[in-house]
């Protein structure tokens, strides 16, 4: 009678042990698959070429022309019923140095966490992308194959994505039939009381819808911002973060127009930013186009050395028209082609100023594997207009109305 009952206690576990490991794992893969944290990163370090940075040529070392450096992580839980909650935070970092990008944040790419609902959409709070810079941005040809020298001049559309807002908080709907929106409002986190402006001192609006179907992509945006410089709020949405690029080219226009060295300051009250893109896929070749209108009021300009320029109300409106195609030669290797067209009217103490760019540029990228890729950039700036200078991104203006820059990169994601 013993011997029959540990003839059954070992079939019971020699059939069942089995199954509970089974059912143990599967329960474990679950989790780990609804529960997790991600690391990863792009690594992005080039070579580069200028003809003319405020009189010289120069070669320097690069980190991400076409992708920012980074590292992060990012994380979900499910929480049920539909509902989840993630986070991500990215490091922005300079390949060639190791140094903190983002005003030395250790977080400054983004930093936010949310939570969402298949049928509800999600909320964001934290540093993050308006909602423009993500939908069309995405569809600009900087992003997609030409790196950062064909951005728009000094990136004041932000399509180029140099800027992040602080203080946000973001709702995205679900995907209606490829339909997407997504508002967002960036706090000053000053009190209506204090100095400046109060609570619209450095504060950002932004709202954009993009659609997807098939081979097309559209998206269209808007943004304003408020004291988007000022240095009276250090807590708000965009503080260090506003494109240095459009004060060094003013001084550079200052000293074009004085022959003197420029000390000029700008403090910019307004900006407002309307946008729209498209790009349309054909077999392999995509052919894109993006329009922007930037609009900055009560441009505060002081210690310029052009006679009359100071005022304490003038006014910079750009507007931007760009044109590209790209050709998957192979599924490995695409080439791409932009031409840009830019006017702006600029409103100083000493009146109306026309100004306008053309710029081209040629981009190439090719796949080593799923993870690295090799890539090149030509892009050539011809400006016009009095005393105005060329400026390829947020490098330094040439002394003159042309500009061109060569680079070559390579780029590994982890």
């Given at each position: 009678m013993k011997e029959i009952r540990r003839q059954q206690i070992r079939k019971f576990i020699r059939v069942n042990i089995p199954i509970a490991i089974a059912v143990l794992t599967l329960f474990a893969t679950t989790a780990r698959a609804e529960n997790s944290v991600t690391?990863?990163?792009?690594?992005?370090s080039g070579l580069m070429y200028v003809s003319n940075q405020n009189g010289h040529s120069n070669y320097e070392t690069t980190t991400g022309k076409l992708s920012g450096s980074r590292?992060?992580?990012?994380?979900?839980?499910?929480?049920?019923?539909?509902?989840?909650?993630f986070f991500v935070l990215e490091n922005g970092f300079s390949a060639n140095s190791g140094a903190l990008q983002q005003g030395s944040r250790l977080f400054g790419r983004q930093g936010y966490v949310g939570i969402g609902q298949t049928s509800l959409g999600k909320i964001m709070l934290g540093r993050q992308y308006s909602p423009f810079e993500l939908y069309v941005g995405y569809l600009t040809a900087g992003i997609r194959f030409g790196t950062s020298l064909m951005t728009d001049p000094f990136d004041l559309n932000m399509l180029g994505g140099s800027v992040r807002f602080n203080n946000a908080v973001t709702y995205e709907?679900?995907?209606?039939?490829?339909?997407t929106y997504s508002v967002q409002y960036a706090f000053s986190n000053q009190a209506a009381s204090a100095g400046g402006l109060g609570f619209a001192n450095n504060r950002e609006f932004g709202a954009a819808?993009?659609?997807l179907r098939g081979g097309l992509r559209a998206a269209i945006g808007y943004a304003r911002l408020?004291?988007?410089?000022?240095?009276?709020?250090t807590n708000g949405a965009t503080y260090g973060d506003y494109p240095g690029a459009f004060p060094l080219w003013f001084k550079r226009l200052d000293s074009n127009l004085s022959g003197k060295t420029s000390s000029a300051a700008l403090a910019i009250g307004t900006e407002q930013v309307i946008t729209a893109g498209?790009?349309?896929?054909?077999?392999?070749?995509?052919?894109?186009s993006v329009i922007s209108r930037t609009l900055i009021g009560k441009l505060s300009i002081s210690g310029a050395s052009t006679p009359d320029f100071n005022t304490a109300n003038g006014r910079?409106?750009?507007?931007?028209?760009?044109?590209?195609?790209?050709?998957y030669l192979t599924p490995s290797y695409i080439v791409g082609l932009m031409g840009k067209f830019s006017n702006a009217s600029l409103r100083t103490g000493a009146g109306d100023m026309s100004l306008h760019w053309w710029q081209f540029g040629l981009g190439n990228d090719y796949l080593l594997s799923k993870r690295t890729d090799v890539y090149a950039?030509?892009?050539y700036e011809s400006a016009a207009g009095r005393g105005n200078a060329a400026q390829i991104t947020l490098d330094a203006p040439s002394s003159n109305s042309h500009q061109v820059a060569f680079t070559v990169g390579l780029r590994h994601r982890f």
């Open positions: 690391l990863y990163g792009i690594i992005d590292f992060g992580f990012k994380g979900n839980e499910d929480l049920g019923g539909g509902y989840n909650a709907s679900p995907d209606y039939r490829g339909l819808i993009k659609y408020d004291g988007p410089n000022a240095a009276s709020n498209g790009l349309y896929r054909i077999g392999n070749i995509e052919l894109g910079f409106d750009i507007d931007s028209l760009e044109l590209s195609a790209s050709d950039a030509l892009a």
